[in-house]
Structures are given as C-alpha cells and as structure tokens.
C-alpha cells in the first residue's frame, strides 16, 4: 500500500508525475486526491487529478472533478483557469497519440471540447480522428459549427498547415456532402499561404483524379482544381486537369471553355501543339464543334514543322509528354486518311522516343540485348501486359478472356496497371488471380515502371493495351523495357519506334498500311479480336414507353459525341426518311443539348420530322445497356471510327448492323468483326451503299430475321467468339517474334 501522508507535496508532486509518465493512471489519481488535501488552493491538482480518473476509464468522475473545481474560480480566474486545463488536455491528447491510442485521444479531445468549444485546433484534430475511427458522418461538421467557428473570428496562432491537411482530408472522403464545401471555404479563406494552398490541394486533385475507390474522384480533382486556379490561373496542368473533370461530368461547354484557357495559358511550342489537340479533343466529345476542329488540326500542322526543326534535347527542360496523344489521338474522329494521319503521328512518336530516352539515359537506357546462346529456348517466355484500363472499361471487357486461356506451361504471364490505387473484384478476377503477378503503379515515373518491368520481372515480350489513349504508356514503351515490344487492343499503333509490331488481322487494316505503319503489322490467321461473349443484364427500355408502335422499324445509334460525324448524321437521317414507320434511337456521351440540336437540324434539312427521334440517357450499367440493345432492329454504325466493343455486342445479340468501311483502322473495326461472323450484308464502301443498305435492312424483314439466326449460330463456329483458339494464335505470334529475335 503507498504510504501516502508520509511524503511532501513536494514528493506527491514528483511521484504522481512519475505515474502519469509511466501509465499508472490509479496511482496517479491516489497522489492527487492528497495533493488536493494538502494543496487546495493549487488548482492545478484538479486538472490532474481529472486527467488520471479520465485516463482509467471514469469519465463521469473526470468531468465531475473539474467542473467542481471551475465552479470555485471568480470571474477573473476561470478564463485562466479554463486555459490552463485545455493545455494540459492537449499535451495529454498529444502524448497517446504519440502511443497510437486513438480511442483515448478521442475521449480527451470530446472533453476537450465540452470545455473549450470554439478551440479550433481541437475541433481539427477531431476531424481528423473521426475520419481516422470511421466515425465521421456527413452530420458531424454540422455538430462541430466547425465552419461557423471559422466564420466567425480570426486566429493569429492558427496552424495553417493543419487546417489545410484537414480541408484535404475531409474533401477526400466526403466531398459532395452537406457543409462539407463551407468548410472548406471557411478554412481555405483563414490561410494566408497561398503556395502552400495550391501546392497541397494540385497534389491531392491528382491523386484523387487517378483513385478508382472514390464514388466522387473526378469531380473532387475539379474542385481542388478550381480553388489552386484563384491562386494560379494561367496552371497549365490544372486548366486541363479542371477541363477533363468538366468532361467526365458531363459540363461540357465548361469543358471547352476551360480547354480554351488552357491552350492560351501554353508558352512553349510544344505546349501550343498539345494544347490544340487537348481542345479538340474537349470539343469532339461535346459533339457540335466540328468545323472549328478541323481549323484547329490546320493550325497545328502548320506548327509541325516549326517543332521538328527547333527541337533540341534539353536536361534541363522536358518535351510535353503529352505532345503524341493530344496530336494525334482526335485525328481519327475527323476523316479517313490514315497515310496523311500516321505521316505526322509517327513523327510526333520518334520526337516523343527520343526525349523520353534522352531525360532517362542516366538512369535506364533500355533492355539489355539478349542472345540466344544465353537463354535456354525451352523456357517459359514472359509476357507482359501494361495499360491504364485493365478495369470496368473497353480494354478490360475485352482483354480479359484472353487472361484465363493464356498456356501457363509455356508462358508466365504478368499485368502491369497504371494509376491504380485500389484493385476492385473484376480487375482482381480478371486480370490479377489468373496471371502469374501483377504489379499496380498508382505513382512514380515511366522509367521506375520501365526498371521494374526489365530489371525485375526480365520480361521477354511487353503487350501495349493503352496506346494514344494513355501519354505514360508510350513513355514507358519508348524506354524500350523489354526485348519484344508489341500495341495491341486498346487503340491503332502509336508510332512509338521502340515498338516492334502491331498486332492485326487479314481486314482490319488494308494490304496497303504496312507503307505508313513504323510498326511491323502482324497479322494473326482470322481475327485481331476474341471474347467468349457478355454477360446480359434485363432490359430497361420498352417501345410503348418511347411511344414507338410495335410495328414499326426501330434503329439504333450508339456512340459518344466523338463519334458524330456530321455526314454520318446526314446519312442516317436519308435512311430515316426513306423507310416509312421507322425510328431512330439515339444514345451515347456527349453535351446531350448540343447533340440533339445538331440531330434536329440535319433532320429538318433531310425532311424528317422530329417526332422520329428518341434521345435516350445512358444505361445504369455495361449489363443493362447489352439488354436495351435488343429494342433495335438495326444498329446504324458511325464514320470515319466505328464502333468496336459497341459492335461485338450488337453482334453478340443478334442484330444487324450497317457500317461504313475505310481505309484507317478505325474505319475497319465493325468490318472485320462482320466478316469473322460470316455476315457482309450491311458492309458499305461507299456513302450511297450505307444508305442503301440501312434502307434495304429497315425494309426487309425476313433478311433481318435470317442474320439474326446467323449470328447467334456463329457463337458456335466463329473465331470472334472463340478465345481459346485465339489464346493459341496470339502464343504462337509470341513464339515466333521471339525466335526473330533470337536471329536477329
């Protein structure tokens, strides 16, 4: 037992500091309970004396210990006597958080709180706690009158760097909830740091553009970009980050206005190029600015030349990363002339290859040559998949079958995804559990992902699934990271030198690509493409709720505004007009506005009237959207790029589709798909043959019925829809590139 009477103050005092300091908040209690009789006057006892009760678990008792001791202070004392306790409060909350003891320090501050409940250091601390614990609620700012409080008054000791953290935090998880923007209003307008502003939220509106966990990533990356702009409004990176927040959420004349901006914020050549393409690129999408897209792509080919000739490597200043995929990705939408277009892309991708090497040379100069003698050929070859999209996407419904037919015997096969914080159920069924490892890279440089995939994996063959449509997976294959580099699936070739071919099939590119193609075009025996079919959800959609009669001829137009060429517009409203009864469906992502009053107009000029046009919103999800399909007689293909993954599922149904072939090879998608089925009804060479055929398929009936039969009976026979065979043909063209280059 402690032997309590028998020690001065002075050694109450010692040993209850002692206590404390060690854990043995009883104790402590027991010597501050004598401390009290010995030293009544000394208030200090109380605070702790309540700490220590409040420490073992008695709240009650704790609070009760110090209101009694604030109820005996005069009006002068008890702000000093209030002060005292809050910092003895805040350096014990600060000392178990040092422990790791969430649960304690929230107590303390919830004390805290009660005792002092405008202290704004407290009150964000709190915040953060209960994000912490899971235990922030969209209710809890409002319980707090955090933002009130920071309305309210100035605080000259205010840490900034806290609040600020704390803004970002909050907005992290819930952004788009009540008060939640106040706040941060209210605390972004307490901090006198503007770099310290813009540094913090540019870095998390990045973060969280990139986190496929958060419902609201893409519209929080805008906000964030929004508020760093007040500070910085000529941010080139947060003007096109802000412009493709507007997109994704559909405010697209905000997305255009915001591009513009952009453009005018571009200093350097380079930046200008890309800044013309990231604009037409916004404008494509918004789907009424064609005319001004194709002055645009002028100007910017008149810039070309301009680049090629004042380029020089610089260590000090790298070229725009993105120069490639904003020059040339939008050129596809505008005509079919894929020699004119991969003429100034395959320039734009050595430009790109040869800077990217030169900033990287002191750090990876590429894969190491292999020799034969060296490497047993019997061994599994490694093969490697890299993209940004091995998700809920075109690339990942269609790449994923490939994955579960793929001969581990005599491969190892690897995924490699870009910007992926979070692995969702179908990234982990599809492309993580089947392979033999996969690596994310939700941060670091293409030259990090180039060292892992040489130096770490040693991987034999590297299979592009991004292409165009993603800037850092052509930096990271013009690093040259494996031996046999192949684009594959996700878009046409990228021009990259580093790559070595480009996979292919007897139709999708005509005999003549190979003359602008710097990549080796392979061509696999019946198909570039093979999916084993789709999963259907239940149709949402009914024709007596569209106010269409039974009877009538139902076509169906299905793409985003990218892909809404005026001309096809045109066409599609002639086959409107010539077949009696019939309707046209369309759906797709776009300023739905704009699209409809473009639709309108072309209408009224072909002398159809409106009535004969359904404007449909996008389906809850990928399932639901193949089952609506089924409400189509004919699905109306677009021009100068078709559909791909939309195709495969109108084909995949059962429906019949009309398509306007080309030359590039996004004019030869539906095309090839319609030939590997066994289907050349609805295949047009020419403007006038679409026509005739959507007319002659609205027309006949019977036709229809019979490529319908066709095509479900080509779910047994085709190689469309047969990915084991097309597992088998894809490992053999890996085999023999890499006998070539074994040779070479």
Known sequence: MIQLMSLSPAMLQQQAQEALAQNHYAEAALYYEQLMELEPDQISHAWFLGLARLLTGDETEAQFTWMMALSTADSEQVDRYTQELVQILQTAAEQQAEAEADQMVWAIRQHLREIAQTEIHNLLHLVRLAIKLNLFNSDYLETLEIAEVLQSQSFPNLDESLLLQTVAEVLEVWFGYPGVEAFAEA???????????????????????????????????GYLAEICLRYEPNDLELLRLLSSSYELTRRYTEAVATARLALAACRTLEEQMAGLGFLCIRMLRAGSYWQEVQDLFEQQQALMPKLLAQYQPDPEQQLETTLLTFCSF?????????????????????????????????????????SAPAIRT?????????????????????????????????????????????VDEFTDRWFVRPVTRSARFDEGTPVGVAKHICENDEIDILVDLDSLTYSETCSIMALKPAPVQISWLGFDASGIPAVDYFLADPHVLPNSAQSYYSEKIWRLPSTYLAVDGFEIGVPTLRRDHLGIPTDAVVYLSSQDGRKRHPEMMRL?????????????????LGDEKSIQEAFEQVAEAEGVTRDRLRFLTRDRDELTHRAN???ADVV?????????TTTLETLWMGIPIVTRTGQQWAARNSYTMLMNVGVTEGIAWTNEEYVAWGVRLGEDAALRQNIHLRLLQSRQTSPLWNTRLFAREMEDAYQQMWQIYLQG
């Open 572 to 588: 599609q409203m002639q086959i409107i007009r010539e077949v009696p009864n019939s309707y046209l469906l369309i759906k797709g």
């Open 187 to 221: 605390a972004i307008g307490q901090i006198g740091d503007t770099a310290a502003i813009v540094n913090t939220l540019k870095t998390k509106a990045f973060e969280v553009n990139h986190d496929n966990r958060l419902r609201h990533g893409v519209a929080l990356s």
């Open 629 to 631: 399909l089924g409400i």
């Open 378 to 422: 019997e061994r599994k070859l490694k093969v490697g998949y890299i993209a940004r999209y091995m998700q809920q996407h075109p690339v990942g419904w269609l790449a994923r079958w490939l994955m579960q037919y793929h001969d581990r015997n005599r491969f190892d096969i690897y995924t490699y995804h870009l910007h992926l914080k979070g």
């Open 636 to 644: 109306l293909d677009t021009f100068p790029y078709n559909g791909a």
């Open 330 to 370: 939008y050129l596809y939408y505008l005509k079919d002339a894929p020699a004119e277009h991969r003429q100034l892309q395959n320039q734009l991708a050595a430009l790109v290859q040869t800077d990217v090497q030169f900033q990287s040379k002191h750090i990876f100069v590429g894969c190491p040559k292999r």
